[in-house]
């Protein structure tokens, strides 16, 4: 027995596998051009396009770059669609900066501009 008898599902002895073509023109193996096979209701094998994967929105701040949490990570088209709720943040830099940068900035502001004060 080879490493690659668990690993890869191989059709029965005698039973050929059940072939699909592309639906589109493009014929490599590349990131845009990645399908999965679905049966339909009608028992027909066909190819569905999967879409890229998107790529989540990071900090801004210098150094920090760290994926900002509660955005969906989606294509630029899909992105357009989605409403500003599902865009942003409710608070000060949301979207933009993370929110322990947000703090940082927040609490330097304080410390420097006595003026301002902690408690506001």
């Known amino acids: 027995a080879d490493a690659f008898s668990s690993a890869v599902p191989r059709a029965p002895r005698g039973i050929m596998v059940q072939r699909v073509t592309y639906?589109?023109?493009k014929s490599f193996h590349t990131k845009s051009n990645i399908v999965r096979k679905v049966r339909t209701?009608?028992?027909k094998l066909v190819v569905q396009y999967v879409g890229k994967r998107g790529k989540g929105p990071s900090c801004g701040e210098y150094g920090c770059g760290r994926p900002l949490s509660g955005i969906k990570?989606?294509?630029p088209k899909?992105?357009?669609?989605l409403s500003k709720r599902?865009?942003?943040?409710t608070r000060p830099y949301g979207g933009a900066k993370c929110g322990k940068c947000v703090r940082s900035r927040c609490a330097h502001h304080a410390w420097t501009q006595p003026s301002i004060?902690?408690?506001g």
């Open 23 to 25: 639906r589109r023109r």
């Open 41 to 43: 209701p009608g028992g």
């Open 73 to 75: 990570a989606t294509r």
């Open 78 to 81: 899909e992105l357009a669609r």
């Open 86 to 89: 599902q865009k942003t943040v």
């Open 117 to 119: 004060g902690l408690g």
